[in-house]
C-alpha cells in the first residue's frame, strides 16, 4: 500500500507542476483562453477553448500537440514544455511498473503513435520518450549498453548531437539506441519505418504551401464550372439588294 500511494504521489507531483507551469505561461501572457484558442487557428492543429482551458487543470495529462499548442500560444518555451509533458506522461495512469531483470530495462512498443511519426521532431519527441519510459539512462550507460567486441556502436557524443536535434540520426544510430533503451525486433521494425518517413515527407512549410495550391486549384475549378456562359453574337444582318 505504501508503493503504490508513493506511485500515485509521484503521479500527481508531475501533472500538477506541468499545469501549475502552464497556468504560470498563460498568466503571464495576459491571453484569454478564448484569444489563445484564436491564436492557435494558425497553427498545424487548431486548439478549442474548451481543451486549452482542460489542459491546465492539473487533473489529467493533456496530449502533445495540445500542450504544445498552449506553449506556443503563450510564448513559452517549447523544450521546457517537452520536458515536463514527459515526466507527467510517464506517470500517467496506465502504465506498467514492476521489477526490473538485470540488463536494459524494457521498453514498451511502438505504438499507434509512432506509426504516424512524419516529421524530424516527432521522431526526436518519440526517442526522447523512450528514453524516459527506460529509466532515463545517461549517455554514458548508453554507450555501455551498445558495446561489442570492445567498441561502442553508439558513440555518448554523436547520441548526444542526435538528441539535441544538431545532427541527423543515421538508421544505424537508430537502430542501436531503441537496442539500448529495450527494445525487440518488431519495434525496431517500427522505428526504422519512421525514421525513413521523415526523409521522404515534405517539409512543413512546403505541406502548407501545397495545401494551399490545391485549395485555390480548387476555388479555380468552382469558380470555371460555375462563371456564365458568354452570350451569343448575334448573327450578321445581309443586305438585301433591290
Known sequence: MGRLNSALAERDKEVRTLAQWLRGLRERS?????????????????????????ADEGRTVPTWPVTEAYTRACGGSVRTAERLWLRADANRPGRRTGKRLPGPPPAPGAGRALRYVTERSELLLAMRRLRLRAGSPSLRELETRAVR??????????????????????????????????????????????????????????????ADA????????????????PALPDAPRCAVED
Do not use: N
Open 30 to 54: 495576459g491571453l484569454t483562453y478564448s484569444q489563445m484558442a484564436h491564436k492557435t487557428a494558425g497553427f498545424t492543429q487548431p486548439v478549442s477553448l474548451a481543451t486549452l482551458s482542460r
Open 214 to 229: 490545391h485549395a485555390e486549384i480548387h476555388r479555380l475549378r468552382h469558380a470555371l464550372d460555375h462563371r456564365p456562359s
Open 149 to 210: 567486441a570492445a567498441v561502442s556502436h553508439l558513440p555518448r557524443s554523436t547520441l548526444h548531437g542526435v538528441l539535441a536535434g544538431e545532427r541527423d540520426c543515421t538508421e544505424r544510430v537508430l537502430v542501436e539506441f531503441v537496442r539500448a533503451c529495450g527494445a525487440g525486433p518488431a519495434e525496431e521494425a517500427e522505428w526504422i519505418a519512421a525514421l525513413h518517413r521523415t526523409r521522404t515527407a515534405p517539409p512543413p512549410d512546403i505541406r502548407r504551401q501545397l
